[in-house]
């Protein structure tokens, strides 16, 4: 074998800045859960400083933030040896209800790695791994990944974009989240729209109960409820609106689920499905994007699915043909990308 060189230490390089970002994912969610973070965004510090405001020991935390500016993720003054983050960075690192929560994705990612001893078999046998034998971190990581996409876009852009679906829902309709998780997108949309009810189904029980609890936090008892239930199995209807948000790829049945939500839906009701970005095909989804959506897909997404009734996987890059094919084989007459971000695609499936 004939090595060249320079593409060997091409890759090197690409493998020392990958096994760098493994490591500091740790990091990042020590500095979140510690408030390291939140702390050093109050104003410049040297370690001992960020110790004492966070309560934590310096050595530690030295050793952190040394390791945090290597990454990019705070700034390094050699003249005073301070510490600080840059308006960017706290954007990213300390607002869990912004637009961009970074370390929500870090600890969905530890939490997933932590199955690898079950993955690895699954990929030795094919069976499946079900969502509720994964960490704890992987259920509040996902939420805290998601949300913040759902609360920049879903009540200002996705759900306008809908044919007339907005005005029912301020004039009063009836909607089921399937597939809700902890919650985070039912509630919002309850919020968004009080004349509207809402059921939130998701088939991982433990989700259920946070859901639950998250909704009565927020003041929506008697407008929101929430049940276990499979998506070829949840109850209700008939609705206005069907929403599934980045869980149809989860599904081990999604034809089975398509046909459920058709026919729990009014005539002239609505599926608004919203999934991964991707594109028509692997060439199109060999990016960064794409490299995360995969590798989450791996752990979660395809042992999900298969650990379900039908044994079918769609994956998180399924992209838009596979979706629009699987709409009209369940019976929906009318299918249309309606809106797209850097990490997701909106469809809506008409009957």
């Known amino acids: ?14 493998f020392v800045g990958d096994l760098g970002a493994t490591m500091a994912a740790g990091g990042i969610v020590i500095g979140d859960r510690l408030g390291l973070y939140q702390a050093l965004a109050e104003s ?8 004492d405001r966070t309560r934590t020991s310096a050595r530690y935390v030295e050793e952190w933030l040394r390791g945090q500016a290597a990454g990019g993720y705070v700034e390094y003054d050699p003249a005073s040896g301070r ?46 791994l079900g969502w509720d034998r994964h960490d704890d971190d992987v259920f509040t990581g996902c939420e805290r990944f998601f949300r913040p996409g759902y609360s920049a876009h879903l009540i200002g852009e996705w759900l306008p974009a809908l044919d007339r679906v907005e005005e029912r ?17 039912t509630v919002l949309m309850a919020r968004a729209y009080p004349r509207s009810v809402f059921t ?17 936090d927020a003041g929506l008892d008697g407008r929101v409820t929430f049940e276990a239930a ?6 209700g209807g008939p609705y206005d609106l069907v929403t599934m948000f980045d869980a149809l790829h989860d599904m081990g049945d999604p034809l089975g689920a398509a046909r459920h939500v058709l026919s729990r839906l009014t005539p ?13 095909s692997v060439a199109d989804n060999l990016n960064p994007v794409g490299r995360v959506y995969y590798s989450f897909s791996a752990f979660l997404c395809v042992p999900s699915a298969l650990s379900q009734e039908g ?21 929906f007459t009318r299918f249309r990308r309606v809106a797209e971000t850097p990490f997701n695609i909106v469809y809506e499936a008409k009957p």
């Open 1 to 14: 074998m004939t090595v060249n060189e320079a593409k060997l230490m091409e890759f090197v390089h690409r």
């Open 44 to 51: 410049p510090a040297l370690p001992s400083e960020l110790a």
């Open 83 to 128: 510490y600080r983050l840059t308006p960017e960075q706290a954007f990213a690192l300390t607002d869990p209800d912004g637009p961009i929560f970074a370390p929500g994705a870090f600890q969905l990612a530890l939490g997933a790695l932590k199955a690898e001893p079950r993955i690895t078999t699954a990929f030795r046998t094919g069976e499946g």
């Open 169 to 185: 829902l301020r004039a009063g309709a009836r909607v089921a989240d399937v597939g809700c998780g902890h919650g985070a997108s």
């Open 200 to 216: 939130g189904s998701d088939h991982h029980a433990g989700s259920v109960d946070q859901a639950r609890k998250r909704s009565s």
């Open 230 to 235: 499979g998506a070829q199995s949840f109850s």
């Open 268 to 280: 002239d009701g609505t599926w608004m499905i919203v999934e991964p970005v991707a594109g028509a």
């Open 311 to 331: 044994g079918y996987s769609l994956g998180a890059q399924a992209g838009e043909e596979p979706i629009a094919r699987l709409a009209h084989d369940a019976g």
